[in-house]
């Protein structure tokens, strides 16, 4: 049986000729390959900060809604706080140890005059973990003293001078 065709068939059979690159192609190609690199690089990095950058913007349009929101007598209260830190940075002038320590310490004290309740827990947590901090530090300046100033063939701590 014969199957007539629709269509009619070329005669002789056709070939695929790919067209040689251009030297813009080649620098193009050369420079995507050049980039490539840094390109994975910057799409890693985005997809590690993505998560974080999402949830800071949901802290701040929550922080929005409750400022939107917020409860009578906050303002002038955060204005009184943010004007003691000001005040601890023009008293700190000269020294980064007090640059450090006045404002953050200032804006504490003016803090602890509107919140009563949460400075006391406050300061009772952080003299835990300064108590914790100061125990470990104790411990490794005793077990550094011990390594280096009471070695065994140390005649003043022998059992035998006593």
Same mark, same amino acid.
């Given at each position: 049986?014969?199957?007539?065709?629709?269509?009619?068939?070329? @005669?002789?059979?056709?070939?695929y000729?790919? !067209?040689?690159? $251009?030297? +813009?192609? !080649?620098?193009?190609?050369? +420079?995507?390959?050049?980039? !490539?690199? =840094? $390109?994975?690089?910057?799409q @890693?990095?985005?997809?590690? $900060?993505?998560?974080?950058?999402?949830?800071?913007?949901?802290?701040?349009?929550?922080?929005? @809604?409750?400022?939107?929101?917020?409860?009578?007598?906050?303002?002038?209260?955060?204005?009184?706080?943010?004007?003691?830190?000001?005040?601890? +940075?023009?008293?700190?002038?000269?020294?980064?140890?007090?640059? +450090?320590?006045?404002?953050?310490?200032?804006?504490?004290?003016?803090?602890?005059?509107? =919140?009563?309740?949460?400075?006391?827990?406050?300061?009772?947590? $952080?003299?835990?973990?300064?108590? *914790?901090?100061?125990?470990?530090? =104790?411990?490794?300046?005793? *077990?550094?003293?011990?390594?280096?100033?009471?070695?065994?063939?140390?005649?003043?701590?022998?059992?035998?001078?006593?």
């Amino acid at each position: 049986m014969f199957k007539l065709s629709l269509y009619s068939i070329p @005669e002789g059979q056709s070939k695929y000729v790919e !067209e040689p690159r $251009t030297p +813009l192609e !080649e620098s193009i190609s050369h +420079l995507r390959h050049y980039c !490539e690199p =840094y $390109t994975s690089w910057c799409q @890693e990095m985005y997809s590690q $900060t993505k998560p974080r950058m999402q949830s800071l913007v949901q802290w701040g349009l929550g922080s929005y @809604e409750y400022l939107q929101n917020a409860p009578p007598g906050i303002f002038p209260r955060l204005g009184v706080i943010g004007f003691a830190g000001i005040v601890g +940075l023009l008293l700190a002038r000269g020294s980064k140890i007090k640059k +450090l320590v006045y404002p953050p310490g200032f804006m504490g004290l003016a803090a602890s005059l509107y =919140y009563p309740q949460q400075a006391i827990v406050f300061v009772q947590v $952080t003299g835990e973990k300064l108590y *914790d901090w100061g125990l470990r530090g =104790y411990i490794v300046v005793e *077990d550094l003293w011990k390594e280096n100033f009471q070695k065994p063939g140390n005649v003043k701590n022998s059992p035998g001078n006593k």
